[in-house]
Nanobody, 129 residues
Framework: QVQLVESGGGSAQVGASLRLSCVAS????????MGWFRQVPGKEREFVAG????????KYADSVKGRFTISRDKSRKTQYLQMNNLEPEDTAVYYC??????????????????????WGQGTQVTVSS
């Protein structure tokens, strides 16, 4: 089980930056890759970015490449999404996600979107011109 709590959402102007944070609490000795998804009303949740357990590999959706950066701290319990040059199309509820694996396994693996099983409550990001 992995519990996730996001923070850092809010409102921003086009071209501005925001940083999202997500703190994970986990009660077993396991590895967990982390990621970010987003959803707008009436649309399916979409993958934004993912990062491996040890942070050596990342993946991004084409729509955010070059603008967003995913990272996690040395404790591996907190991940971040640095969002630069925001666009109105980035407006959405952003969800932190995690995919859990047995300790020692999949350390450098970034999951496929369907493999994420744990979710935070979501944080709203609104970009206006």
């Amino acid at each position: 089980q992995v519990q996730l709590v996001e923070s850092g959402g809010g409102s921003a102007q086009v071209g501005a930056s925001l940083r999202l944070s997500c703190v994970a609490s986990e009660h077993t000795s396991s590895n967990y890759a982390m990621g970010w998804f987003r959803q707008v009303p009436g649309k399916e949740r979409e993958f934004v970015a993912g990062i491996s357990w040890i942070g050596d590999y990342t993946k991004y959706a084409d729509s955010v490449k070059g603008r967003f950066t995913i990272s996690r701290d040395k404790s591996r319990k907190t991940q971040y999404l640095q969002m630069n040059n925001l666009e109105p199309e980035d407006t959405a509820v952003y969800y932190c996600a995690a995919a859990q694996y047995a300790r020692g396994g999949y350390s450098s693996y970034v999951p496929h979107p369907e493999e994420y099983k744990y979710w935070g409550q979501g944080t709203q990001v609104t970009v206006s011109s």
